[in-house]
Each structure stands twice: as C-alpha cells, then as structure tokens.
C-alpha cells in the first residue's frame, strides 16, 4: 500500500527527448495504465520508476520518499515484462522464489510463500518444471507470481499480455484485476491496447511524443477526451471525425448544410475550423437528435453488432448498428445521433472545445 | 515421389563428394594403417609386415609417453588458460565504454595472424639478446639477466603457452561475446530488480546462454591444441632438450626425420584415436550443454 509521485520526470537519449515533462499522482492501490502507441515513451517511464534507467531530471517518490538514484533491488518493486523474463534454468519454484532468495530469506519461509503464490495462480502443478516446458500462458502467470511473492509497494507491468493469443489475454486480463482487487497494491501498467487499458485501470494516462495527452478516469477519457488523438486511441471502431465550421454561434457539418446548435462554442469565432466527433456506438438508426441523410457503402455483422459505414455530405462515418438492423449496401439510411454526445475540437490544436 | 527413390537421388547426389571423401581421406588413411603393420621406411620399397611390433615399441617407450604428458600439459593449460581469458575479455568487451568498437575489432588481430607470423613475433619477444619481454622484466626490476626463455627446458613449455593463449583467447572471446549479446535484457533487468548482484545474475542469467557456445568452444580448442604442431615447430622444434616435444612433433620426427614410414604411422594412427575420443565425448557433453541451457 504505497503512493507514487512522478515529478516533472525528463529523459533525453543523446539530443532527443523521450520523455518530456511527465507529472503523475497516484494514491495507494491505484492502478494506472500507461497508454500510447509504440516509441512513445511508456517503458522509458516504466525503466525509470524501476531503477533500470535514470531520468535526467525530475524526481520519483514513494509515500513521498525519493527514490532517484536508488538501486533497484532497493526500491522494493517488482516487474513483470513482456517477454515473460524467466531464468532459463531454474524451475518454476526457484524462479518464483528467486526474489526471496536473493533477500536471503530462509528456504522453509521462501517454500511457504511460493506455494501460496502459486496456489494463487494455479500453477502449483507445474512447480518442478522449467520454463522451456511451459507455455506462453503458463509462463506469464510464473512471471506474474515472481512478482507478486515479493509483495511490493508497487508492482510494474510492462505490455504483459501483448505475447499471448486473443483468448488467453482476456482471460489474463481478467486473472490480473483479480489479483489487484485482492492484493490492492499500487500498480503502473503499460500497454498499448485500448481494451486493456479501459478493462484494467482505475485510471489511465494516455502518452504521445514523450508527453502525458490527457490523465483520468476510463469514463473520462472515454465519454471526455481532451484531444483528438485521445479521441482516436480509444474505442473500437475508432470515433467518427467530421469535418466542420463554427458560424455564428453554430457548427456546420461540411458538405451537408446541417447546422447544429451545440452549448459551449458559443465563444468560438466564426470561420473557426473544426472537427466533430462521434462514437459509432451513438449513431443510430432511431431515435431523437439530427438526423443524417447518408447512404450505406458496407455493413458487416460481428455478431453482436452491424457495422455500417455510410457516406454523408461526402464524409464517411461508421455507425455500431443492432445485429438486427435491417441496412444493405446501397441502401438509403437516416442516422440519428443525440446532440450531447458530439465531441467539438480545433482542427488546428487538436484541443477539445465543448 | 517415394522415399526410396528420393534416398537414391540423395545418395547419387552425394556421390561425387564421396568419391572424392575416399580419395583424399579414405585411401591415405588406409594405406597409413597398412604401413603401420610394417617396417617400411620412408624412402625406397615396400617393407616387411611386422604385426603390432611398431605399437607396442612406441606405446612402452619413454618418448612417447613424455609427448603424450607434454601435449596433455600443453593442451590444459593454455586451454583453460584461453577460455578465461577469453570469457573476461568478452565480459569487458560486453560493457558500455568509450571505444569499445575499437577494442572488438582489434581483438579479432591476434586470431586472424598466420600461426607462422605469431610464433616468429613471440620468438623475437622472447629473443635471449634482444627480446622485449627481457628488457621488460629487467626494467620493471623483476629480473637481474636476460634469459633464453625458449633455450631452456624450465620455461620453454610455459612460454609456448603463452604465444598460444595470446593466438587462441580472441576466438574464445568472440564466440563468448556474441553468446552475450543474445542475453536477454529483461531477464538481466528482472535479475536487477530481484535483487540479484554480479555473481548471481552470472550464475543464473548468462551463464545458461554462454554454456553452449563456451562447450562449443572448448571441444574446438581442446581438439586443436592436442593436435598442436606449427606453433611450436617455429618456435622451438621441440626442444630443448625435447621439452616441448608434443606428439604431433614426435610424429614428424619418426616419420620424416629419422624417415621410418612404419613406425610413424603407427604413432600417428594412436593420436588420431585419440582427439576422436575426445571429439565423441565432447560431442556428447555439448548435445547435454545444449539440452540444459534452451
Ligand atoms: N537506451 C536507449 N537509447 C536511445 N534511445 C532509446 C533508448 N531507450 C529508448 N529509446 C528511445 O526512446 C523512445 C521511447 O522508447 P520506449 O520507451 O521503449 O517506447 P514504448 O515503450 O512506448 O514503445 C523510442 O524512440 C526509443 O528509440
Ligand atoms: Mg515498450
């Protein structure tokens, strides 16, 4: 039960900048998840809270005391990495226990708490055999147990699931908010997966070019993106941008002469470029708000959902249809979408307005 | 297409490569054995079959077993000699500094020299009037006299050595070095963040990469320093005082320089049993090295 502070961390790599100013305040028991496409920092920032790496300015806290500078062995964390990290020769017990034994805690204490560990796991079967022998699921849920049996102040996780299949990462994911409900230890998680990100984190810090875009809550930054590559990074299909013009109080959708009234621009010059956006999954067929005039190009059943893409005004968008909707292509559809759950950014900041 | 017809046209394929296999190999080597049963002489006709004469002649006589201990010693020493020289020399090599690039390009210099050139370098450092290694020592005060580090049958030995290991560490070396760049760095992290110190994340997070290819390694050296003859052919011819005569030398000298084809066969047929035997068992430690480290 620890509180981490990242104090206007920078790291430069020779005359480049990786990371450029990160400020993070988590209390005990959060669970953060560092999101952001590939290079855009995350395991620098990750090595750095480790000891692996040294920032080159900055400071990191744990319950407020520094720890820059410190040994990692000293910081009592622990890590979990992507390629699972196990040595080679030892067998799944010494593996998990290894933590301990270099703590020089006695053998018959260090056997208890593997077995515990590993009961927890379920992986109490495979305790006598070697990671060669293992599979990439087995091999996790060890790496995971290496970490856990150490009970840290904070855990890190650097793209743990990324190796696994689809199935098992689910199955993962959910095994991994388990154990953080249980052992309610601070945790920093790094992934560039959206759906992990939105499943896992109390909350999440989403990353580009060495910067933090926005920091909150899965709700906020799903329901509330800051910028508009917040707003493209998460959700799946990505949100509908449309390209738009502030004009006297309102927003003109291009290429469609819809003019919308939305609260919140009123401050906005005309002329203004701007972008719209909107969730598939608030596009509908029904129901109250504006009504598009749009013409289905492709729909696609994935089971649960019919995904349309339409064209309107000469703008495509993507609505998240029920399996039952009943839209070909080429048909002629009005898609309905409720007035509050636009997103209004600057074209030019990128900046969210409303 | 069948399998029997696709073994014949994997046979008939490596037809020509046998053929020429039992012609420079196959035929040498059984006329070598023929010899070996008689007391022919290396010039003029045939000679007489003699059975195991010349065997049990040169496996109780003194000079043979002196060969076999001084290869032995020669062998162990500077292999064991190379393989930590060269593991530290990778291990440094491996290490972030200022012209480490240099450093590993010049460490392939020693290894790439023809043995022929090391050995007259190494005889003009060691030379008894002139040699670098005297004026060295006598400089730095740890000896009053030049000596003739390869005149006298004490230091002869121990200075062959040397020239070897200075030869042979680089390639010990540069396979080490590439065995620990295939390290992998989470594993090495994970080992920080455990806990672990130097000798620890040694132990357990490079030694299981650098097993094999050291095995590799060391059956390569071991093999090739048993069947040792340039270097010390250069240096010292055996000598003095057949001090360095290793059985390689012994082999040429029975054969060539005492001309009797017989005797030098035989001698020559005992020491390829012998890196055989140590080829088959190397093999086998390597195929375990291997099964233990993936
Ligand atoms: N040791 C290093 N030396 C130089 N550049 C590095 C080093 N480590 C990372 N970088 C650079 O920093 C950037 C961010 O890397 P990283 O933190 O690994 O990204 P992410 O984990 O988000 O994919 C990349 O452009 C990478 O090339
Ligand atoms: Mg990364």
Not at chain 1, 180 to 199: C, G, N, S
Not at chain 2, 12 to 32: E, F, K, N, Q, Y
Request: some cysteine.
């Amino acid at each position: 039960m620890s509180t981490l502070t990242i104090d206007a961390i920078r790291k430069s790599y020779g005359a480049i900048e990786t990371l450029k100013g990160i400020n993070i305040d988590l209390a005990s028991g959060e669970f953060l998840v560092l999101l952001g496409a590939s290079g855009c920092g995350k395991s620098t920032l990750l090595n750095i809270i480790a000891g692996l790496a040294e920032p080159t300015s900055g400071d990191i806290r744990i319950d407020g005391r520094s720890i820059v500078g410190m040994h990692p062995k000293d910081r009592d964390i622990a890590m979990v990495f992507q390629s699972y990290a196990l040595y080679p020769n030892l067998t799944v017990h010494r593996n998990i226990g290894f933590g301990l034994e270099m703590r020089k805690v006695g053998a018959a204490e260090r056997d208890r708490a593997v077995h515990e560990t590993a009961r927890l796991l379920q992986i109490e079967t495979l305790l006598e055999r070697k990671p060669a022998q293992l599979s990439g699921g087995q091999r996790q849920r060890v790496a995971i147990g290496r970490a856990l049996v150490r009970n840290p102040k904070i855990f890190l996780f650097d793209e743990p699931l990324s190796n696994l299949d689809a199935k098992l990462r689910m199955e993962m994911r959910t095994e991994l908010k388990r154990l953080h409900q249980l052992t309610k230890t601070t945790v920093v998680y790094v992934t560039h997966d959206q759906i992990e990100a939105m499943t896992l984190a109390t909350r999440i810090a989403v990353m580009r070019n060495g910067r933090i875009e926005q920091l909150g809550t899965p709700e906020e930054i799903y329901n509330r993106p800051a910028t508009l590559y917040v707003a493209t990074f998460v959700g799946a299909p990505p949100m509908n941008l449309l390209a738009a013009t502030a004009q006297a109080g309102r927003v003109t959708v291009d290429g469609t002469g819809i003019a919308l009234a939305l609260p919140g621009l009123e401050a906005v010059p005309a002329g203004r470029r701007l972008v719209l956006g909107v969730r598939p999954e608030a596009v509908g067929q029904a129901g109250e708000g504006i009504g598009f005039s749009a013409r289905c190009e492709v729909a696609e059943l994935t089971g649960p959902e019919r995904i349309v893409t339409a064209s309107v005004g000469g703008q495509r968008i993507v609505a998240a249809l029920p399996a039952a909707a009943r839209v070909e292509a080429g048909d002629d559809v009005t898609l309905h979408v409720d007035p509050a759950s636009f997103h209004v950014f600057d074209a030019e900041t990128e900046a969210r307005l409303n | 297409m069948s399998s029997t017809w696709m073994t014949t046209r994997a046979w008939l394929l490596m037809l020509p490569l046998l053929a020429i296999m039992i012609a420079v190999i196959g035929w040498p080597m059984a006329d070598t054995v023929r010899l070996s049963f008689t007391d022919a002489k290396l010039v003029g006709l045939g000679g007489r079959f003699v059975g195991f004469d010349n065997y049990v002649k040169m496996l109780t006589s003194g000079n043979f077993q002196r060969a076999l201990y001084a290869t032995t010693w020669f062998a162990v020493v500077s292999v064991t000699a190379e393989m930590v020289i060269g593991v530290l020399a990778a291990l440094l090599l491996n290490q972030r500094f200022y012209g480490r690039a240099v450093l590993r390009a010049l460490l392939i210099l020693p290894w790439a020299l023809p043995t022929v050139v090391n050995a007259t370098l190494w005889r003009l450092i060691y030379n008894p009037e002139y040699g670098a290694l005297n004026a060295a020592l006598t400089q730095i005060g740890l000896l009053d006299s030049y000596r003739s580090w390869l005149g006298e049958p004490g230091t002869a030995m121990t200075a062959l050595i040397l020239a070897d290991c200075w030869k042979n560490f680089p390639l010990v070396a540069l396979i080490a070095l590439a065995a620990l760049q295939a390290v992998p760095r989470d594993i090495t992290s994970a080992a920080l963040v455990d806990g672990a110190g130097p000798f620890a994340r040694f132990r357990f997070v490079v030694l299981p990469y650098l097993a094999g290819p050291l095995m590799v390694a060391l059956v390569l050296r071991t093999i090739e320093a048993f069947k040792v003859f340039d270097i010390i052919w250069v240096m010292t011819r055996g000598g003095p005082a057949n001090s360095t005569r290793t059985l390689s030398i012994l082999v040429y000298q029975e054969a060539f320089s005492f001309q009797r084809a017989g005797s030098g066969a035989s001698l020559a047929l005992v020491v390829t049993l012998i890196v055989t035997v140590l080829a088959v068992g190397y093999g086998l430690l390597v195929r375990r090295a291997a099964g233990s480290a993936a």
